[in-house]
């Protein structure tokens, strides 16, 4: 398996996950190890909506304010057509883009993300 090696350069790390975040370079070698092949073991997130036999229902009327964060270049789960999507199934929600980042927002741009989430809850940033 080459891909331990080439998490060992910024560069490997940048194009091996490209499709997950766009500065992979920004995670340690061991960092970025653990993002692409120790996590993903343990999610089952697919596996459960694979194997769902729920449908998903419109929500009308929310039982609450609901911000749609969208990552700008998000590979995997682009804003179109999920992102279209996801505003049919919650009409009433406020969307925003979030610009410069993948699919996992957190590792390219932290502070985006927290900004984002206390405008959002009210609180001052």
Request: glycine letters at 8%; proline letters at 10%; hydrophobic letters at 45%.
């Amino acid at each position: 398996m080459r891909a331990p090696l080439l998490l060992k350069s910024k560069t490997g790390r940048r194009a091996i996950l490209r499709n997950f975040v766009c500065h992979g370079e920004r995670l340690s070698p061991s960092q970025a190890l653990d993002f692409y092949f120790v996590d993903p073991m343990g999610c089952t997130i697919m596996d459960d909506l694979a194997a769902s036999t729920d449908t998903a229902v419109p929500l009308d009327t929310l039982p609450c304010p609901i911000t749609l964060a969208w990552s700008e270049v998000d590979r995997l789960v682009p804003a179109e057509p999920y992102g279209r999507m996801a505003r049919e199934l919650v009409p009433g929600a406020t969307w925003t883009a979030l610009p410069g980042v993948g699919h996992n927002p957190m590792v390219d741009d932290p502070g985006l993300v927290a900004r984002t989430i206390l405008a959002v809850t009210g609180v001052a940033v």
